[in-house]
């Protein structure tokens, strides 16, 4: 596998449900970001983990709960979702948070929430 | 906050010919970075182009051009010889410091054949 990768890519679930989303990078990148993207709306950035640390939460509600056990690997884990919440999940890694650095995407996860 | 417009929710041109995608942004950075990102219909989000701020001269990747007019805070990009395989929502975005991209709404470009 190269680039970022993420599974499953297409997602179904209930609002009492719980189900994580995975994202790995296989470009020895060290900067880590998920966004969420709905249809005629801007990308929201929803979290940044540099070196596993994580460095900027946008105000997300806490039914997204992330975790980045290591730099190769994300994780969003989601409980208790809103239907509102059905969107396009991306995910992104560059070598580092800094402005000047190239951000590689994922192919993202088309969540939908009944 | 830094914020960026796409004036343009669509566009389309005719193969071979040559389209201009807009963008404009809003800062007090002198220093900063310009992005322009291709996602096609599959949805895995490639960079285009970059453009670091501080230098004058406009990037070029073969096909894709930017305009860049710092003080009128506009970022352009030009794709010549449009091919069908350049069909794809067009992202503009911005980056300083330690901040990462903020993006705009996006140009979904359409190529006729």
């Known amino acids: 596998e190269t680039g970022v990768t993420q599974t499953p890519r297409h997602l179904v679930m209930g609002m009492t449900n719980k189900k994580s989303l995975k994202c790995e990078q296989h470009?020895?990148?060290?900067?880590m970001y998920w966004y969420k993207q709905s249809a005629k709306k801007p990308l929201e950035l929803m979290f940044v983990?540099?070196?596993?640390?994580?460095?900027e939460n946008n105000s997300v509600p806490s039914r997204f709960s992330p975790e980045c056990p290591n730099s190769s690997h994300l994780f969003l884990h989601l409980h208790t979702l809103q239907p509102e919440d059905s969107a396009l999940y991306l995910c992104?890694?560059?070598?580092?948070?800094?402005?000047?650095?190239?951000?590689?995407f994922g192919p993202g996860t088309r969540l939908t929430v009944t | 906050a830094q914020t960026v417009t796409q004036s343009q929710p669509e566009m389309s041109v005719q193969e071979a010919e040559t389209v201009t995608l807009s963008c404009t942004y809003d800062?007090?950075?002198?220093?900063?970075?310009l992005f322009w990102y291709k996602q096609p219909p599959s949805r895995q989000m490639i960079l285009v182009i970059r453009?670091?701020?501080?230098?004058?001269q406009n990037a070029t990747e073969n096909r894709f051009s930017v305009n860049f007019q710092k003080a009128a805070k506009s970022f352009s990009l030009k794709i010549s010889d449009s091919q069908l395989g350049d069909a794809a929502m067009y992202f503009c975005?911005?980056?300083?410091?330690?901040?990462?991209?903020?993006f705009g709404k996006g140009t979904r470009l359409s190529v006729i054949a």
């Open positions: 975005a911005y980056s300083s410091g330690n901040t990462p991209l903020v």
């Open positions: 800062t007090s950075e002198s220093d900063y970075y």
């Open positions: 470009l020895g990148h060290n900067a």
């Open positions: 983990y540099n070196f596993k640390e994580q460095t």
């Open positions: 453009q670091e701020a501080y230098k004058q």
């Open positions: 992104a890694s560059s070598q580092i948070l800094a402005s000047s650095y190239e951000q590689y």
